[in-house]
């Protein structure tokens, strides 16, 4: 049995963890023994320490945050560097052990370390990056020596050729998406007050709360989802606001953007395209500093969604979206366009084809 390594994190954000699953479970499918690793273990505690500091720095240091990625974009290869030398003996132990005939990387931190890696220790096995920024990969993504790099849209491709790789490294693939993200099959539609799912709408406490109560306000049958944000739980549920349904953590995430006519949520790729993927219009109301900057790009172009970057000026976007009718038109637009191509077959198949 052909035997894949699947490189991820557990405590970076979600986009990570569902293209993981999402491919390890296909690659499953067709009889393949698949690992999935939290690359950042492999570090020991400086390697945990860099996973359990990003959601710190990302809701409560900004500030910092926006330094270390500035960083990593001016100086990838130093980032590289350091991850080699944290993870290179645990990592080789794994691959020495485990004997994979494929790795993939869906995580940024570990594009160069693992190629490197594998020359230093002659090692003929294939390596694989799937990109999971929508819109402007970080520099840290770009892997020359990689044999192959998914990526999410031709705009990403354009940027990856420009930097000197060739067409052959290259597969536009789209994003992988967990199987249970349902495919909007029929036309949504309301009549008298549209469901709104807000999904942990910034990185900000004091600008969720706004968004939050803003459109709490409005004419329509509004849930929030938390996700991981306990803070904003918490105050959220001391509120005790009955215009709303508060949940913390779900697993029925897709059954909440089935019955959505409208996703408010800040630009993570995972979100934009489960929503898309149901049939469900956008509305980007943050992003992470750096790395999701862009994505609002992504539905703006498609026509699918929209966004709105200042809190106090949400609920009247959303209010402007109901009265004019442009919410509907949106979901027909979002029902018949492309907007979401699932990556999971794509790239399944192509790991499919090396491994043949």
Known sequence: MKKILIMTSERTGTGHKSAAKALANRLRSYQYDVKVVDAFTLGGRPGMWLENSYERLVNHFPAGWWFTFSFSQVFPDIIHSYIYHI?????LKLIQEYQPDLILSVHVMYTKAISKLLRKNNLKIPFM???IDLVDPAKPWFDKNADISFLPTEKVKQQFLAKGFKES????????????????????????????????????LRRSLQIINGVSELNANVTVVCGLDHALYTKLKANNNPRYKLYEFVTNMNELLADAHLLICKAGPNMILEGARSGTPILITD??????????????????????????????HVERLIKTGELKTLLEKVR??????????IISDKIREVLK
């Not at 992470?288 to 994505?295: D, F, S």
């Open 87 to 91: 993870f290179k003996k645990d990592m």
């Open 336 to 345: 018949t366009t492309k907007a979401c191509v699932d990556g999971v077959a």
């Open 169 to 204: 490294q290259l597969v536009v693939s789209g994003f992988p998406i967990r199987e249970d993200a349902n495919i909007s099959k029929k036309p949504k539609d309301y009549t008298d007050k549209p469901n709104i799912l807000i999904v942990n709408p910034s990185i900000r």
């Open 129 to 131: 990056v799937n990109v």
């Open 287 to 316: 992003h992470i500093p750096g790395q999701e900057a862009k994505n609002y790009q992504y539905i703006e172009d498609l026509g699918i969604g929209t966004r709105s970057s200042k809190p106090k000026k949400v609920k009247d």
